[in-house]
């Protein structure tokens, strides 16, 4: 067998000049024994390429015509495999034949066996002669023939072959082999092979920002007048140059050539990004990551930012930041497709990437309640939010007293139930069901619900008017801005009153009673009962004693909290049994 390793590395960057010296886009190449079975082959295939988005070429070298006939078998055979239908396949005509390759055993040998016995002049001068060997070997490739297979992805399960002089391969990359790999990628667009320096890997956010910034062709031109720039026009005319796919106002023409690597990819990212629509917040990086690889193969060049800053272009305002809830403008769009090229290279960068998708329904969402509140700042919806808060605040009590108005009805009620969620959502969950479900729980009662919050009934009295239905709780008039001051000082302040919850407040008011009942009218504090030295337990207890049961029952959670209180409210006498019971 072919001492394959040693080939391979010696000779592989030399093959891979030969090869793929003057390629425009990415390339990877690795060298194979021709005598590899199906099954070792396509393992070795699935680890040795590293990124999507290049050109993966697998190169064979026969040391016979049997094998070689042999290898060609076992390329038809994988070609068959999706897996690897977008792998270039490339047979070396000229053999590593027996002859060559006994010599240059032999010089290997001889320079093995030198440096064991510290032969270094001897070791080295073998060495040199099997290089040659290797070198003449290499430099022969040049003058001769390969065949190439690849699949052909409009006929199910059949391949494209044919034969090429080696020495002109790289062009036959550049014209036939990658666009056939890269079927949707800008590699069909002719005019843009014209310049080698616009495929060079580079990150170039500069060329994203002058398709998305253009406001239209003429302004695009003005932009582009001088090379390398003027050359990334082409990505938007037909595939042979030429006529416009673009009408003056940068949108794709109505006879459009749908087969054009641009429209392909707009319509395809369209779809990814509304089928998300529905799950509120995703990552574009995921979301488009199908555009690293084919039949697209975008990655870091002047002319795929180019192609992303126009594709990204209708999305403009459309998207928007997670989190902060902010519109995603031209200027963040531009750095967001350059964390996007770079998160398809190596991953990095995801958490930029995290957006939503705005809709219409959100923007009417948002106009109804800045009307509704009479808020000034509405550019996202997470403004919008932040307004009512402050509104919430200002007012000095939480939102939902106003259910106690005499003025609204179920629907109105429902209705705030719906701003109550939408304020105390995370954006990042915030899903396009929920944004059309608050929509339309408050549209229909705009107008009742915009009198309601300007009306000069004062959200202090619906408070009480809440705290007098508590049960379990009395307050006398003087008590009641001591009540008040209690809760406050008892709830959380997080983002203020807009955060208070409707049961933490009554259990709240709840323990205020239960302090004050340790005072009689005057404000003594009631004496306990000496301690007896027979108790019994179903004795009176004392105040504190109660107040004590009263903190275990709070452990509990749901109903059975709420019997047991009741338990303690209305049988003191259980109260030392109780006590017991729960310790």
């Known amino acids: 067998m072919l001492d394959f390793q040693y080939v391979k590395r010696k000779s592989l960057k030399c093959v891979k000049s030969i090869l793929t010296g003057s390629s425009l886009r990415e390339s990877e190449i690795t060298i194979f024994d021709a005598t590899l079975t199906q099954h070792i082959l396509m393992s070795k295939l699935n680890k040795v390429f590293k990124y999507n988005y290049s050109l993966h070429i697998a190169v064979f070298v026969a040391r016979n015509i049997q094998e070689r006939e042999q290898c060609r078998t076992t390329v038809a055979k994988i070609i068959q495999n999706d897996d690897n239908s977008h792998i270039a396949f490339v047979i070396l005509e000229n053999l590593f034949e027996e002859k060559t390759y006994d010599r240059f055993l032999d010089y290997k040998a001889r320079a093995q066996i030198a440096d064991r016995h510290n032969f270094n002049d001897e070791r080295d001068i073998n060495a040199d002669f099997g290089k040659k060997v290797l070198s003449q070997w290499i430099q022969s490739l040049k003058s001769g023939y390969l065949e190439w297979y690849v699949k052909d992805s409009s006929t199910d399960n059949a391949m494209k072959n044919g034969k090429f002089p080696v020495y002109d391969f790289s062009s036959f990359l550049n014209t036939q082999l990658s666009p056939m790999v890269f079927s949707s990628g800008i590699d069909l667009i002719e005019e843009t092979r014209k310049n080698h320096n616009v495929w060079k890997t580079k990150n170039t956010k500069k060329t994203a920002e002058i398709f998305l910034f253009s406001d239209n062709r003429e302004d695009l031109e003005g932009k582009t007048q001088k090379n390398p720039y003027k050359l990334l026009r082409e990505i938007l005319k037909s595939k042979k140059g030429g006529a416009y796919i673009v009408d003056e106002k940068l949108i794709f023409k109505k006879n459009i050539d749908q087969s054009h690597p641009l429209f392909q990819m707009s319509r395809k990212i369209e779809n990814e990004i509304n089928k998300r629509t529905k799950y509120g917040a995703f990552n574009l990086g995921e979301a488009l990551i199908f555009l690293s690889l084919p ?68 923007k009417k969402l948002m106009q109804n309640l800045a009307t509704i509140f009479k808020l000034k700042n509405t550019e996202s919806l997470n403004a919008v939010k932040w307004g009512i808060r402050n509104w919430i605040k200002n007012s000095q009590y ?39 479900n608050v929509l339309s729980g408050i549209e229909n009662v705009e107008f ?136």
């Open 295 to 362: 039949p697209y193969g975008l990655y870091p060049n002047m002319v795929n930012y180019a192609a992303m800053g126009f594709l990204m272009k209708n999305y403009v305002g459309k998207l928007y930041e997670t989190g902060r809830g902010t519109p995603i403008e031209k200027e963040i769009m531009r750095d967001k497709i350059e964390y996007l090229l770079k998160y398809w290279n190596d991953r990095k960068y995801a958490s930029k990437l995290d957006v939503r998708l705005g809709t219409v329904e959100e």
């Open 398 to 436: 939480p939102l939902w007293v106003y259910k106690l108005s005499d003025n609204a009805n179920a629907d109105v009620k429902k209705a705030i139930d719906h701003i109550i969620f939408l304020i105390e959502s995370i954006d990042k969950e915030l899903t396009y069901d929920d944004i059309k």
């Open 448 to 583: 009742d619900l915009q009198l309601l919050f300007s009306s000069d009934e004062k959200s202090k009295n619906l408070f009480l008017k809440w705290l007098e239905r508590v049960d379990r709780v009395d307050f006398e008039a003087v008590e009641v801005d001591e009540l008040i001051k209690f809760i406050r000082e008892k709830m959380p302040e997080e983002i203020g009153v807009a955060s208070w919850k409707e049961e933490n407040v009554r259990e709240k008011a709840k323990d205020w009673c239960l302090d004050k009942s340790k005072l009689n009218p005057k404000g003594n504090v009631i004496a306990e009962p000496p301690p007896s030295n027979n108790p019994n337990p179903m004795a009176p207890v004392s105040v504190d004693k109660k107040i004590k049961v009263i903190k275990k029952i709070e452990n509990f959670k749901g109903d059975f909290r709420i019997i047991l209180k009741k338990i303690a409210d209305d049988h003191p006498e259980w109260i030392a049994i109780l006590d017991d019971y729960l310790s």
